[in-house]
Antibody, heavy 117, light 112 residues
Framework: EVQLVQSGAEVKKSGESLKISCKNS????????IGWVRQMPGKGLEWMGI????????RYSPSFQGQVTISADKSISTAYLQWNSLKASDTAMYYC??????????WGQGTLVTVAS | QSALTQPASVSGSPGQSITISCTGT?????????VSWFQQHPGKAPKLMIY???YRPSGVSNRFSGSKSGNTASLTISGLQAEDEADYYC????????????FGGGTKLTVL
């Protein structure tokens, strides 16, 4: 059974750093792209970027380039999303998703990040 | 602004049918059969309902169907039920982005 299990909710202050995770199981992690999606309160889904764990090929949406870092550790089948300096506007739900057949077919449960100013 | 255009909201009464559109360009919806639809209930992760324009994953009700004409894809829900009330998002493969997947802006479905 394919499963993507994300790390728990975080409450941080502006300027702090954060790394959230997405643990994958039930399939060969290195054979699929993994994407990260932001959903701000009451808003739609935004594609942040994707990574191919086999060779760490990483691509970012222009809106998120330079704002976050996406990485993966194939030894533990885990993808990461990282901020060096959080802002209040980073408050959102973040989802990871496996990409198969040019679609995000399996999703994590989401990680709520709250940033206090 | 989202790359794929969806209506902000649609509504229907129980038992009726509704259709949600998703309009793109020749670089995405019009040039690809990799159009998918997702359902998202409040506080939940999106769930795949339709893939490759008109295929349903195992376990998805046959009340959900998809189609495409030109640069516009559509999701039709027949026999509306209260549990169908949710947000719906389309996605499409795109040849114009290295991220190769685009999202629609989402449509809020209200069951009256």
């Amino acid at each position: 059974e394919v499963q993507l299990v994300q790390s728990g909710a975080e409450v941080k202050k502006s300027g702090e750093s954060l790394k959230i995770s997405c643990k994958n199981s039930g399939y060969t992690f290195t054979n699929y792209w993994i994407g990260w999606v932001r959903q701000m309160p009451g808003k739609g889904l935004e594609w942040m970027g994707i990574i191919y764990p086999s060779d760490s090929d990483t691509r970012y949406s222009p809106s998120f380039q330079g704002q976050v870092t996406i990485s993966a550790d194939k030894s533990i089948s885990t993808a990461y999303l990282q901020w060096n300096s959080l802002k209040a506007s980073d408050t959102a739900m973040y989802y990871c998703a496996r990409i198969s057949g040019n679609k995000p077919d399996f999703w994590g449960q989401g990680t709520l990040v709250t940033v206090a100013s | 602004q989202s790359a794929l255009t969806q209506p902000a909201s649609v509504s229907g009464s129980p038992g009726q049918s509704i259709t949600i559109s998703c309009t793109g360009t020749r670089s995405d919806v019009g040039g690809s059969n990799y159009v998918s639809w997702f359902q998202q209930h409040p506080g939940k992760a999106p769930k795949l309902m339709i893939y490759e324009v008109n295929y349903r994953p195992s376990g998805v009700s046959n009340r959900f169907s998809g189609s495409k004409s030109g640069n516009t894809a559509s999701l039709t829900i027949s026999g509306l039920q209260a549990e169908d009330e949710a947000d719906y998002y389309c996605t499409s493969y795109t040849s114009s982005s290295t991220l190769f997947v685009l999202f629609g802006g989402g449509t809020k479905l209200t069951v009256l």
